[in-house]
């Protein structure tokens, strides 16, 4: 059956049909554009840290960091016009329960009541962040370890905006991300900072 009389039999119009596959096509010329800019700017950072970038069409372009032991992930989204850039890092080691850590604000205060709010005893934390879990009890017993503080302290202090554990892991992320963010020794701060909250 040729294709003129499938779609008729089905009622799809052609220009119908012509446009989907337009636009599936301009997504995709958009991400390959976009991951080979990515690529570019995450090749010296993998060069510097014996990393190797990966991409797929779920996780993106990254960079895969096993010196740690756990799988550390370096991933970058570039910005648009009604989408910040993030700068995202990933640490592949669950911790058995969900977290999320933000700066405290009144408008994420009134809408973040996933999860009991979790207190660490730290007056700087307890007053300036705000931390809920799946788990409260568990999660500030493992938060309160000082490594871990002091790493939360160092994420928020250069401008992170989230913390977050989940069934696959521990993430950090920051919203509009700059170019001393990209220098290979800065990066390998954040991967150490990361990894302590697998460190005891």
Not at 14 to 41: D, H, M, N, P, T
Not at 91 to 107: D, M, T
Not at 132 to 138: A, F, G, M, Q
Not at 154 to 170: C, D, M
């Amino acid at each position: 059956m040729s294709i003129d009389k499938l779609l008729k039999n089905l009622g799809i119009p052609g220009a119908v049909v012509i446009a989907i596959l337009g636009f599936s096509l301009l997504v995709y010329i958009i991400a390959k554009i976009s991951a080979k800019i990515i690529e570019r700017k995450l090749k010296p950072i993998a060069e510097m840290l014996n990393g190797e970038i990966k991409s797929s069409f779920i996780a993106g372009t990254y960079i895969s960091i096993l010196n740690y032991g756990p799988e550390i992930r370096f991933k970058l989204t570039l910005g648009g016009k009604d989408s910040p850039a993030v700068l995202a890092l990933e640490l592949l080691s669950p911790v058995g329960f969900n977290f999320r850590i933000i700066r405290k604000q009144v408008i994420n205060q009134m809408f973040s009541r996933w999860g009991g709010e979790v207190k660490l005893g730290d007056e700087t934390l307890d007053e300036e962040y705000l931390i809920r879990s799946d788990k409260p009890e568990e999660a500030s017993f493992y938060l309160s370890y000082s490594k871990r503080i002091d790493a939360i302290k160092y994420f928020f202090g250069n401008n992170f905006t989230e913390i977050k554990a989940n069934a696959k892991g521990v993430y950090a992320s920051k919203i509009n991300y700059n170019e001393l963010d990209l220098a290979p020794e800065k990066v390998g701060a954040y991967f150490d900072n990361l990894n302590s909250f697998t460190r005891m």
